[in-house]
């Protein structure tokens, strides 16, 4: 009884534990639904692999896929996996204490424990009326998204438009990079509609309000209803708001003068400048594509990598290391070089855990990502290193943007791809945290100093 009491607490002390175990959960729940014969097209019959390899997908809102979604999903599999993506897009955790406090239960601690991990708060207090504002906030974001999407999708495929806003809405503000443009052209995304400013603008808009964070957009809403002004913002909406502005904008320039004579080329200036707008903003983490990426420079393809890694903000839908932290660890640099003992930005003192946590993601990460690339470079010699860095890149930023047919890979490399796509959800940081050990309180002991040397 012991031991079943201690395994327990092992599952249940541990809310990043929890997060990682229930996104296991939802994808393997996923798969088996998706492995139904109701959820294929009479003219596919996807193998479980399949069916694992969309699921996690689609749940760790990573955009990537086997086989293309609409000839392989049937009407109800695409729904099946609109909604894997809506629950990963928030996390289950969300929707679990969403349901409690819709019956009337107060949150328990230990919820309250689970919703700081989940949504990177540090709220105690704010927390119910912050969950009841994510869903509220996300579903009016996805009518409203739909709403605009439908006026040129309905224009030209009538009622199957409908569907096809939904799943776009969706999908844009989950930064999940799945659509099922399929019946276009297999693979084409959103090429047939970047000189439509209606679906540029819109999935751009979702895109990023998704990206920032639900704290961010939250924060955003309490300072309209209290009428004051934008310096009251929280130190990290200011940050948010400001570096996800600047990336957007280096971005941009970046991508629209190293593609200008080559998959910009055939645009007039004002295209030129809505699609490069429009990569730079989904390849941090939402994946559509009004370009062709296996037909861009090498230079920018190595661009969007950093892009990707970099993702969008924390407690948003997007993935990669989050904007936050390449800051932290860019003026830690700057300040370890003005010798300055810590950490500053905007005159504001950051945190040592903060900047401790920063470089432990980026060190992990690095380590993943370096162990991938030995593992894609072995088992795929026929495909260039550049085409195979971009892939594991955007399985671990959770893009979906690809350079070469994901069905071309080796057997060994499409796994590591979920595992990747697993991994650049949760968190790097939270999934090396899932295998930690609660460390019981001890008191304080004073330890004598070892000197090293280092650089």
């Known amino acids: ?24 959960s939802v994808i393997v729940l996923g798969a088996l639904i998706l492995f139904l014969p109701i959820s294929s097209t009479s003219e596919s019959t996807p193998s479980f692999f399949e069916c694992l390899f969309i699921a996690t997908s689609a749940t760790c809102v990573a955009g990537l ?96 438009g409908i569907f096809m806003a939904i799943f776009t809405s969706v999908s844009s503000y989950c930064n999940s990079g799945l659509d099922i443009n399929g019946f276009i052209s297999p693979g084409c995304s959103f090429i047939p509609f970047r000189n439509d400013l209606i679906v540029v603008i819109t999935i751009s808009i979702l895109t990023v309000l998704g990206g920032i964070g639900f704290v961010v957009i939250n924060d955003l809403i309490q300072l309209k209803k209290s009428h004051k002004k934008i310096k009251f913002l929280s130190f990290h909406s200011k940050l948010a708001l400001f570096f996800t502005a600047i990336f957007i904008v280096i971005g941009t320039i970046t991508i629209l003068i190293m593609e200008w004579s080559n998959t910009l080329a055939d645009m007039n200036f004002f295209e030129k400048i809505t699609t490069s707008a429009f990569s730079s903003i989904t ?51 700057i300040c370890v070089i003005k010798n300055s003992e810590d950490t500053t930005i905007f005159k504001r003192k950051i945190n040592k855990n903060t900047v401790y946590k920063a470089i432990s993601l980026l060190f992990i990460s690095s380590s993943l990502i370096t162990a991938a690339t030995i593992i894609f470079y072995v088992s795929n010699p026929d495909i260039k290193l550049v085409d195979l860095f971009f892939s594991i890149i955007t399985a671990f930023g959770t893009v979906g943007i690809s350079t070469i047919n994901v069905q071309d890979l080796s057997d060994i490399s499409k796994y590591t791809l979920i595992l990747l796509m697993y991994i650049g959800r949760v968190g790097p940081l939270s999934f090396a945290l899932m295998f930690g050990i609660n460390s019981k309180s001890k008191k304080h002991v004073s330890l004598p100093e070892g000197n090293i040397y280092v650089g």
Not at 1 to 24: A, G, H
Not at 293 to 312: D, H, P, R, V
Request: charged share 10%.
């Open 65 to 160: 896929s086997l086989n293309d979604t609409f000839h392989t999903w049937s009407v109800f599999g695409q729904s099946i996996i609109m909604c894997l993506i809506q629950i990963g897009g928030l996390g289950l955790v969300t929707f679990s204490s969403i349901f409690s406090l819709s019956l009337n239960k107060k949150l328990s601690l230990k919820n309250m424990r689970l919703a700081n991990s989940q949504i990177t708060t540090n709220d105690f207090a704010n927390i119910s009326s912050l969950f009841v504002n994510v869903i509220r906030i996300t579903l009016f974001c996805e009518c409203i998204g739909a709403a605009f999407l439908c006026i040129p999708f309905c224009k030209q495929y009538g009622l199957h």
């Open 283 to 333: 390849a941090r983490s939402a994946g559509f594509s009004v370009i062709d990426y296996s037909q861009t420079t090498t230079f920018t393809k190595l661009f969007t990598c950093f892009l990707m890694f970099i993702g969008a903000c924390p407690g948003g839908t997007g993935g990669g290391i989050k904007i936050t932290t390449m800051i932290v660890l860019f003026m830690t640099t």
């Open 1 to 24: 009884m012991l031991q079943m009491s201690k395994r327990k607490n092992i599952l249940t002390d541990n809310p990043v534990r929890t997060i990682c175990l229930s996104f296991i």
